[in-house]
């Protein structure tokens, strides 16, 4: 065996204890890939010993904390599954607000058509709805009160007849 | 480096434990390899800080997409890979802000981390300086191809076949690359070590 062939094995070598018979023939009249091998031991002891650092002892909850804060694109959301019953729950709200907002579009939305099917009054300028409502013969009713008001008119809002 | 690996069979339970969402068995590989990969990391970045980033961001990535994880035994190359490409990204984004040349043949990459002066940081306080500097020295003298190879072989003790899972080359790129990266740690250690023996007939003379 030539000194660059054992040089090259040396090097290779993960475990400097296996060696070839050749590689251990020619060591044995090699005192430079002798000396060779031995640094190499050496240097691979002294970095084996290498100081191995503790990580940070609060590393885990950051990374915990995240994993329950953030979801990644693709990644499912660790350990935050959502149970059945919370979905049902929710697209319950979702019909119930669908049928609210149905509901209320049945209600006119122009103010005064509204005011003036409940009072059978024109639209005129300004106007107070308790005079109105003297107008019409009834005393010391409170418009607000009425049952036919619609919720979404105001009663300061409708037009006075003339 | 590993303390108490698991069996295989327990690695398996726990990692498919961990895909279904369970945070204790998280928790537990955690436990077991954050230790080595926050070593593994630090020495092919080079600081503390930078490390610790590092590895959050990999165990973060590693318990987020551990479900598409096929074969679970392979949990620790596959977190290793994770560190790995987490480094490697690192030092790009590091390297484009510097507008230097992306040679890694030529250039070691500790001309690239900023602020150089952190390192002289509190944990070299509890270690041997003088080993941890020139251990340092080598590694910075490797590109990083070669570096990651080396620390895995030889600071993290992988046979070789494990590093070739780790790193995606072949056996052979894997030995040459270690070769390469050995005899760059020679020399520099070299170094250490005749300074280590002539300090010693000084310290003889003082102790006498």
């Given at each position: 065996m030539k000194c660059q062939d054992a040089e090259e094995e040396i090097l290779n070598l993960a475990d400097h204890s296996r060696l070839s018979p050749e590689l251990t023939a020619h060591l044995a009249q090699c005192a430079p890939c002798s000396a060779l091998l031995a640094e190499s031991e050496e240097v691979d002891l002294l970095f084996g010993t290498a100081p191995v650092l503790e990580p940070n002892p609060f590393l885990w909850t950051r990374i915990e904390s995240r994993l329950a804060r953030e979801k990644p694109p693709?990644?499912?959301?660790w350990g935050f599954a959502l149970p059945a019953s919370t979905w049902l729950a929710a697209a319950a709200l979702v019909l119930l607000s669908v049928l609210i907002v149905s509901f209320q579009s049945?209600?006119?939305?122009n103010p005064d058509l509204a005011l003036a099917e409940y009072a059978g009054l024109q639209s005129t300028d300004g106007g107070n709805p308790f005079l109105i409502a003297q107008a019409r013969?009834?005393?010391?009713?409170n418009p607000f009160l009425e049952a036919m008001m619609p919720r979404n008119v105001n009663p300061f809002r409708f037009q006075r007849e003339p | 480096m590993f303390e108490k690996e698991p069996e295989r069979a327990d690695l398996v339970r726990l990692v498919g434990q961990a895909q279904k969402g369970d945070s204790e068995s998280c928790h537990t590989l955690y436990g077991l390899y954050a230790k080595p990969v926050h070593n593994f990391i630090f020495r092919l970045i080079g600081t503390v800080e930078d490390a610790e980033d590092l590895t959050q961001e990999t165990f973060f990535k590693a318990f987020s997409e551990v479900a598409k994880l096929r074969e679970p035994g392979q949990f620790k190359f596959w977190l290793y890979r994770i560190a790995r490409n987490e480094v490697y990204q690192r030092i790009r984004r590091l390297r484009r802000k510097t507008e230097?040349?992306?040679?890694d043949e030529e250039i070691?990459?500790?001309?690239?981390?900023?602020?150089?002066?952190?390192?002289?940081?509190?944990e070299e306080s509890l270690l041997n300086r003088e080993l941890e500097r020139h251990i340092r020295l080598a590694l910075d003298a490797m590109p990083l191809k070669l570096r990651d190879v080396f620390v895995l072989a030889?600071?993290?003790?992988?046979?070789y076949e494990e590093v070739t899972q780790i790193v995606g080359r072949s056996l052979l790129s894997v030995k040459t690359d270690i070769y390469r990266a050995r005899l760059i740690a020679k020399d520099i250690i070299r170094k250490y070590l005749d300074r280590e023996t002539d300090e010693m007939p000084r310290r003889r003379g003082r102790n006498s």
């Open positions: 693709g990644a499912r959301r049945e209600i006119p939305l013969g009834a005393s010391g009713i | 230097v040349s992306l040679d070691g990459y500790r001309n690239f981390l900023p602020d150089q002066s952190r390192d002289v940081n509190p030889v600071i993290q003790k992988f046979s």
